[in-house]
């Protein structure tokens, strides 16, 4: 437990951002060490909702000629994807914490401008509730293996 919290809130918020990197890896190794669950759960879910909430950041400073250029996706094709981000608006963001497509959806809905107090709002909901859940199963499922916490 070297780096302890602000470890995992760095990997916490490193994760939500489009680097390749799980943050359940750090929340599992606190739990075993011995750090405070709820301490856990707000420590990585502030880290993972900001990092999402940097991710929404470079989606809004995007240009629609970045996209076209750099990644080779022609405007009819992300006029159709703005579409789909704008039929489920900010409710989207509640999903950032899904793995690999939830840094997308990031980028996306900051991309398309769409309303940021919800997004973060909903993002924070996401962020939470994921941490909690696993936080709990851990618990449960962990006690079957010895890990206390």
């Not at 951002?17 to 301490?39: D, H, K, Q, R, Y």
């Not at 502030?46 to 000629?65: E, M, P, R, V």
């Not at 939830?102 to 991309?111: E, I, R």
């Amino acid at each position: 437990m070297t780096w302890g919290y602000l470890g995992l809130f760095l990997g916490s918020f490193l994760a939500a951002t489009i680097l390749p990197f799980s943050s359940e890896i750090l929340v599992t190794g606190m739990l075993i060490a011995g750090g405070s669950p709820v301490n856990i759960l707000i420590v990585a879910s502030t880290g993972n909702w900001l990092g999402s909430l940097s991710t929404y950041g470079i989606g809004w400073l995007g240009k629609w000629g970045w996209i076209e250029k750099w990644f080779k996706i022609s405007r009819e094709k992300i006029e159709r994807q703005q579409a789909k981000i704008a039929k489920y608006g900010s409710l989207l963001a509640f999903f950032v914490w899904i793995p690999v497509v939830g840094d997308v959806f990031a980028l996306g809905l900051g991309f398309y401008k769409i309303n940021f107090t919800k997004c973060c709002i909903f993002m924070l909901i996401g962020k939470l509730l994921r941490f909690f859940v696993y936080i709990t199963l851990f618990d449960y499922i962990g006690s079957w293996f010895g890990f206390e916490i």
